[in-house]
């Protein structure tokens, strides 16, 4: 019998398809350098296997939060287009574990919206959290400025997205419910738009639906887990904590990727793969202490 309840394997097994899923969306750019397009269609793809779930969902206190629902999909549109400029700029072995800054952005928006407020402990697991930037970059004083900066703008996207869960949750939607929402309504209002947004480059090719699909299946898979450790373990600190091991995870996902021969993936030397598993697990701890300190 496992010593650790099923909520913690769970949450580290969606940890791990959601580093391979966006590890792989790289691969994206390997059929179209339209990035727009590229991070419509991925949540396209998503949206169209989240329809599979509705009839098992419901659609109970559908119409009173359409707003809120629309809201959330465009925050992780506009971050999935920011995500993919940021892999465009920076290696994924470096962006991928930086998007565990998310959870300031959520922080702040919390200390914001809802009076939340933090101790030193919180602020010296941020400082942990900066210095795992120095070692994600090799150890480097300097990297690209643009991959930061998309990064940045993808984690206040991701972050908004998060408190809207909190108010789709407080509005009664379960979290079942926001996973197949939150992908497949967006798909159903946006898809048929797509010749008007993309004139002559609205059309999808066998190998980009290939990758598409690969990339939809896994990333739902994720979060239908990550739903169900919220809804067995009630315990959102805990889960936070857990999901933040993906950044770590990714490093290793990453490497492996480049070895078994993924397009689009960088090779990482064996030195760069110590430091960079260095800052993950730095990265991670860090985390951990500013969560469990709130």
């Known amino acids: 019998m496992s010593l ?34 590229l991070a419509f269609y991925s ?50 072995s470096f962006v991928v574990p930086m998007l565990g800054l998310k959870m300031f952005v959520v922080a702040a928006l919390s200390a914001l919206l809802f009076g939340e407020t933090y101790g030193p402990m919180v602020y010296l697991g941020a400082v942990g959290v900066f210095i795992s930037l120095f070692f994600l970059n090799d ?48 798909t159903l209002v946006m898809m048929p738009l797509s010749p008007l947004l993309f004139k002559n480059d609205w059309q999808v090719t066998p190998a980009l639906g290939k990758t598409l699909s690969i990339y939809a299946l896994i990333h739902l898979a994720g979060v239908v887990l990550l739903m169900l450790a919220f809804v067995q373990s009630q315990q959102v600190t805990i889960i936070n ?14 490497y492996l990727m480049a070895r078994i021969g ?13 430091i960079r598993s260095f800052g993950g697990a730095l990265m991670f701890a860090s985390l951990a202490v500013a969560v469990l300190a709130h």
């Open 241 to 254: 904590i857990l999901q933040s091991s993906r950044g770590l995870l990714s490093i290793g996902v990453i």
């Open 43 to 92: 949540q396209y793809a998503v949206g169209l296997f989240g329809m599979l779930l509705l009839p098992f969902v419901g659609l109970g206190n559908f119409i009173d939060n359409l707003g809120l629902i629309l809201t959330m999909g465009t925050f992780v549109m506009i971050g999935q287009v920011a995500y993919l400029n940021a892999l465009r700029h920076g290696d994924a």
């Open 262 to 274: 993924f397009s689009e993936i960088e090779t990482m030397t064996r030195g760069q793969l110590t």
């Open 4 to 37: 650790l309840p099923s909520y913690v394997w769970l949450t580290l097994v969606a940890s791990l398809l959601h580093a391979f899923s966006f590890a792989y969306s790289k691969q994206f750019l390997a059929h179209s350098q339209n990035r727009v397009k």
């Open 139 to 186: 150890g480097k004083l300097h990297g690209s400025s643009q991959a930061l900066m998309f990064v940045v703008i993808c984690c206040a996207m991701f972050g908004a997205a998060d408190v809207t869960v909190l108010a789709l949750l407080r509005n009664g939607i379960n979290g079942f419910q926001i996973a197949a929402y939150v992908f497949a309504i967006p």
